[in-house]
């Protein structure tokens, strides 16, 4: 057990070397010389765990996944929301996930696929819709589908906005005030006013959200 014990604080710290040197320099210039000396393990080590630069790439990539909601809601629609709020918190405390949305959006990392986070994402958010209009939460002229894709396109926006801007410390009004204008547009009237979508309810899951 001790020794399973230690090949996961190994991996972990590879795994938050990787994230830091990535965010600073991006997927190209970052070398493994640098996450090895970060991390202060061996070659040996790091290889055993990712065989490859582009695997510990991916394994930053993998942070961003959708959280789950928490706790579950009657509402989708406010399950949607939350997942949302509990991913901008995030982007504030986890350099694994502020890693992760960088190395998504880097446009310089050739031969890396950058298409998990955003089609986790989208299926996530399909996933919550579909669910949303069975329970008659959502309009009759509505797509599930093509909610989700524009759901993701915006909510990716408003990340780079805020990261170029205040370093994500706007992220949560920008969301908010995302939300507000995508909502009424999609959402049945009864359920639009029962969602929470005030600052408040952010803090509240943020102190439900798992460190990363």
Do not use: C
């Amino acid at each position: 057990m001790a020794k399973q014990d230690r090949a996961i604080r190994t991996r972990q710290a590879i795994l938050m070397a990787a994230a830091e040197t990535f965010e600073k320099h991006g997927y190209r210039a970052a070398t493994i010389t640098e996450i090895l000396r970060i991390a202060g393990v061996t070659k040996g080590a790091l290889y055993f765990h990712f065989p490859s630069k582009g695997e510990l790439a991916l394994g930053v990539l993998e942070a961003q996944e959708p959280p789950p909601p928490a706790p579950d809601q009657p509402l989708k629609l406010q399950e949607l929301v939350d997942m949302g709020m509990m991913f901008s918190h995030r982007l504030h405390t986890s350099l694994l996930t502020r890693a992760g949305v960088r190395l998504s959006m880097d446009q310089q990392a050739q031969g890396l696929d950058r298409t998990g986070p955003f089609l986790r994402w989208q299926q996530t958010t399909h996933d919550l819709l579909t669910h949303a209009k069975q329970n008659g939460e959502l309009l009759p002229h509505v797509n599930p589908m093509e909610t989700a894709d524009l759901y993701v396109a915006a909510f990716t926006g408003i990340q780079a906005v805020s990261q170029t801007l205040t370093n994500y410390r706007d992220l949560e009004q920008r969301y908010i005030a995302l939300q507000r204008h995508i909502l009424p547009s999609i959402a049945t009237p009864s359920i639009l006013t029962a969602l929470d979508l005030t600052p408040q309810r952010t803090t509240d899951l943020a102190r439900l959200a798992p460190a990363y």
